[in-house]
């Protein structure tokens, strides 16, 4: 019975990651199969440059879905490795980047709501985007957004929870409330200073 509990207690502790991040993982990879499906006639080749997509414009003036690839990181950071070195690189730096996630989620305090779901977003979006790398050697992106002459990076749902966990960890450091310290709770207690 005790390894249960301690099994259960563990499962509690880590649900919203679990969960939170399992979500993510699933529509984003829902939806770049569906995205692949619906834009892209035939497999995936082997190399992100040949992917040929139709455009399906949503907005003439802002935003199209269009597939392509994207074998670096964000804005196509590290594009340029060669191939043989690109994928075991992102492997190495997502499995480093992951392991600090689950490192700080462990550290949060249960009050850290914001903090933890911050995190659970990152770590999701991580995954996904590392299960592109894994299986077809780039990263899926398929949301163009554009004004004018300016053109936003193409990205996926999994970019998407990245960038929703950095925006609640800006809030996170922002608002975060510090727990009171012993001293501090003795300063202000009734009574005290009289």
Known sequence: MRRLSVGSAMFSRYRLLILGSLIWI?????????MVDWLVKGDLPETAAMIRSEVHTVSETWFKFRVV???GAAWGMFRALPDWARVPFFVVITSAALWFMLHFYKQARPDQLR???ALTCIVGGAIGN???????GYVIDFVEWFYGDFRWPNFNVADVAISVGVGLLALEILFEKKPATDSESSDTAPGAGT
Request: hydrophobic share 45%; charged share 25%.
């Open 26 to 34: 699933v529509l984003d990879q829902w939806s770049k199969i569906a």
């Open 69 to 71: 690839g994207n074998p």
């Open 115 to 117: 903090y933890r779901l």
């Open 130 to 136: 590392l299960i592109d790398r894994l299986y077809v």
